[in-house]
């Protein structure tokens, strides 16, 4: 038993390098998958930054008067929100259907399992790219300009992090038990309402107030909503965030070691 778990640690953590290695490859067949989607189109992905963005302005023009927040103060606090709570999804929720989608390439072409994980990730951070600049010019409207805080670039690439360390085990308990994908949907949904991105925290008082205090979306959504913003996340941010992502390591790499093997039969 030892040798084997052994045996299959190894190949695991060669799953993982290998699928790094590939970087030219699932870069390259990412960038294909964002020009063939949007083919004949003139603004390409802008088209799902204009959603993004057109959603984030109406919820900043409702909930922002509901919640008696100016439209200044209101729009770059949700619109931001938004952009990272939209990356998250395409990430960990969509990404839970990469083995499914991917079935057919699994079975035919001998890829790191790891390599579908990174080429998702790379088509989601394409697009986010487009929001961020859709998200930039509405910033400079505005306010005038826009002040990013150093810290946006550790920040985006630990939540980055968070989110692709969590879609691994997620898709391999997805590929197994189909229910899970709409599950973790619905959780998703939900989560959305939860998490402070078109409220602010003190708007929940007493004991509602752990819904924010115990809420590690919403620690995640700051590291990358505060340095949009010209702030600074907390020490605490950063700290949920690290251990997010550690989590998430953990538990994805122990699901590579046991399931990778049976991936290509479930999908």
Same mark, same amino acid.
């Given at each position: 038993?030892?040798?084997?778990?052994?045996?299959?640690?190894? @190949?695991?953590?060669? /799953?993982?390098?290998?699928?790094?290695?590939?970087?030219?490859?699932?870069?390259?067949?990412?960038?294909? /998958?964002?020009?063939?989607?949007? &083919? &004949?189109?003139?603004?390409?992905?802008?088209?799902?930054?204009?959603?993004?963005?057109?959603?984030?302005?109406? @919820?900043?023009?409702?909930?922002?008067?509901? #919640?008696?927040?100016?439209?200044?103060?209101?729009?770059?606090?949700?619109?931001?929100?938004?952009?990272?709570?939209?990356?998250?999804?395409?990430?960990?929720? /969509?990404?839970?259907?990469?083995?499914?989608?991917?079935?057919?390439?699994?079975?035919?072409?001998?890829?790191?399992?790891?390599?579908?994980?990174?080429?998702?990730?790379?088509?989601?951070?394409?697009?986010?790219?487009?929001?961020?600049?859709? @998200? #930039?010019?509405?910033?400079?409207?505005?306010?005038?300009?826009?002040?990013?805080?150093?810290?946006?670039?550790?920040?985006?690439?630990?939540?980055?992090?968070?989110?692709?360390?969590?879609?691994?085990?997620?898709?391999?308990?997805?590929?197994?038990?189909?229910?899970?994908?709409?599950?973790?949907?619905?959780?998703?949904?939900?989560?959305? #309402?939860?998490?402070?991105?078109?409220?602010?925290?003190?708007?929940?008082?007493?004991? &509602?107030?752990?819904?924010? /205090?115990?809420?590690?979306?919403?620690?995640?959504?700051?590291?990358?909503?505060?340095?949009?913003?010209?702030?600074?996340?907390?020490?605490?941010?950063?700290?949920?965030?690290?251990?997010?992502?550690?989590?998430?390591?953990?538990?994805?790499?122990?699901?590579?070691?046991?399931?990778?093997? &049976?991936?290509?039969?479930?999908?």
């Amino acid at each position: 038993m030892s040798f084997s778990l052994s045996k299959q640690t190894s @190949l695991a953590l060669a /799953d993982m390098a290998a699928g790094v290695r590939h970087a030219q490859l699932w870069g390259y067949l990412a960038l294909q /998958d964002i020009v063939g989607r949007y &083919r &004949r189109t003139i603004l390409g992905p802008f088209w799902v930054a204009g959603t993004t963005l057109a959603t984030g302005t109406a @919820l900043a023009i409702v909930y922002g008067g509901l #919640f008696g927040m100016p439209v200044r103060e209101a729009m770059p606090y949700i619109l931001s929100g938004i952009v990272a709570w939209t990356y998250f999804t395409a990430l960990v929720i /969509d990404g839970s259907s990469v083995f499914m989608a991917a079935a057919g390439s699994m079975k035919t072409v001998s890829l790191p399992v790891t390599w579908h994980i990174w080429r998702h990730a790379a088509v989601s951070t394409i697009v986010m790219a487009h929001n961020l600049v859709g @998200l #930039f010019v509405i910033l400079f409207l505005i306010l005038g300009g826009i002040y990013v805080n150093w810290t946006f670039i550790p920040g985006i690439i630990l939540f980055s992090a968070a989110c692709i360390s969590w879609s691994l085990p997620l898709a391999l308990i997805a590929s197994r038990y189909r229910d899970v994908a709409y599950l973790i949907g619905y959780v998703g949904q939900v989560a959305f #309402f939860l998490t402070p991105i078109f409220w602010k925290p003190e708007n929940l008082q007493g004991g &509602r107030a752990a819904i924010v /205090d115990y809420n590690p979306m919403f620690y995640l959504i700051n590291i990358v909503r505060q340095p949009l913003l010209g702030m600074m996340p907390t020490p605490t941010d950063w700290l949920w965030a690290i251990g997010i992502v550690l989590s998430g390591l953990l538990v994805g790499f122990a699901g590579l070691v046991f399931f990778r093997r &049976r991936v290509v039969y479930w999908v």
